[in-house]
């Protein structure tokens, strides 16, 4: 993977911002009530700089990427999560992975996503359309994957990733998905706030978390100023006792590279080879769908594939 650089930065300012990027686990209400909080400011900026991404782009694919940051924050060693939207509205889908170590990568299957007329607002209902919403656990010990699968019901994705939790897993859950753009256009603050109800908390206590959590200021806005993560749970929950378990990153990462990319390339059909060698264009280039780096093959480099699988041909 290669991350494009942003336009401007120092490198001061460019380490400065990704150790700003970080997800906190905590608990509430003596244990009944797991959270997480999470900055993803640089995350969502390096997502749109290698996407090359305009503010509509940056809104759906990024509250995607907070919204799987969130949902890693229970993963351990080498499990990771896949979350998947397929929709009939102009965004016509997304997908998006995120693992224990904190890294998320994905893209969006329609760039740019058609307007038909200015955004009076940021709702993306009518963008998403009638579809469905999956979520896939790939877990180190499990022999299988596990996916559940609901219909998207609310065009919004903290809405319905909530949505899922109780209709699939039968949880109680809310989400807060936030991206702040200044007059520019440019991302000024990114953030997620996620919490679970455990089999122990009584419905008093969640419903009276669930009308917090909508009460919240914009996460994208509170992480503009600079805020810091654990003081605003302090604030915002403070009668509920938080208390802070871990914390560890978040990164916009694909392990992505051109060995990795060539030996997909050796898998194409012999006829495909055949027709790239003799009708180029060279440099060949390709792209990989989770972080849009490009790489790019000679015409050698197709010929001595070609050559390793058919040396008779």
Known sequence: MKKKKIRGETLREQLL??????????LLADGTIRGVILNGTRMVNEMRGNHELGILETLVLGRAYLGAG????????????SLKIECVGPIKGLRVEANAFGEVR???QNVPIPVDKPLEDFNLAPFLGAGFLSVTRYLEDAKHPFTGRVMLKYG??????????LTSEQVPTAFNLSIKFDQKGNVTGAGGLFLQAMPAADDDTTTELEKRVIGLPSLGAVFSEDNDPEQLVE???GIYSPRFLAQRRIEFMCHCNRDRVQSL?????IDDLKDILAAGPFPLETRCQHCNTAYQFSKADIQKIYGKRFPNN
């Open 17 to 26: 911002a990704r150790a700003k990027d970080k997800l906190y686990n905590f």
């Open 70 to 81: 969130l949902m890693s924050a229970d993963l351990k060693g080498n499990d990771r999560l």
């Open 106 to 108: 994905g893209f969006l």
């Open 156 to 165: 919004n994705i903290a809405q319905d990733l909530a949505n899922y939790y």
């Open 235 to 237: 604030r915002t929950f």
């Open 265 to 269: 390339l050796t898998l194409l059909p």
